[in-house]
């Protein structure tokens, strides 16, 4: 099964370790997970340099082979660039995401 999660909320929100847990136990048991971050969302696939290492955690989402989009309009409007993404992160525009809502079996907002 194709599962898709929408979020729009930054890394500090209850909703973006919600959608990360589940997108992790979707993947582990087996599931296609895509991901599109936009607005605040976009905050949690960027390389964290702190000296305490904080990560939203959508770096080990990456390494279990989920796909996560950012939207480009909302990182341009940030001033953020690609090099401040974690590497493996796509860039796409609205046309995209409503590609991948149309592709899931099952598609989750969290705005």
Same mark, same amino acid.
């Given at each position: ?25 979707f993947v582990d048991t087996g599931h296609e997970v895509?991901?599109? @971050? ?10 964290? =340099? #702190?000296?305490?290492? &904080? +990560? ?23 001033? @953020?660039?690609r090099d401040h993404f974690l590497k493996g992160i796509?860039? =796409? #525009?609205?046309?995209? &995401? +409503? ?12 705005v």
């Amino acid at each position: 099964m194709k599962i898709g999660f929408l979020l729009h909320k930054s890394p500090e929100h209850q909703d973006a370790q919600t959608v990360r847990r589940i997108a992790e136990s979707f993947v582990d048991t087996g599931h296609e997970v895509s991901i599109f @971050l936009m607005e605040d969302g976009v905050l949690n696939a960027v390389i964290n =340099h #702190s000296s305490k290492g &904080l +990560s939203a955690g959508f770096d080990k989402l990456l390494s279990k082979g989920v796909k996560i989009a950012l939207c480009t309009y909302t990182t341009e409007i940030r001033g @953020l660039s690609r090099d401040h993404f974690l590497k493996g992160i796509d860039f =796409h #525009s609205q046309y995209d &995401l +409503s590609r991948l809502v149309n592709e899931c079996d099952r598609f989750l907002s969290f705005v």
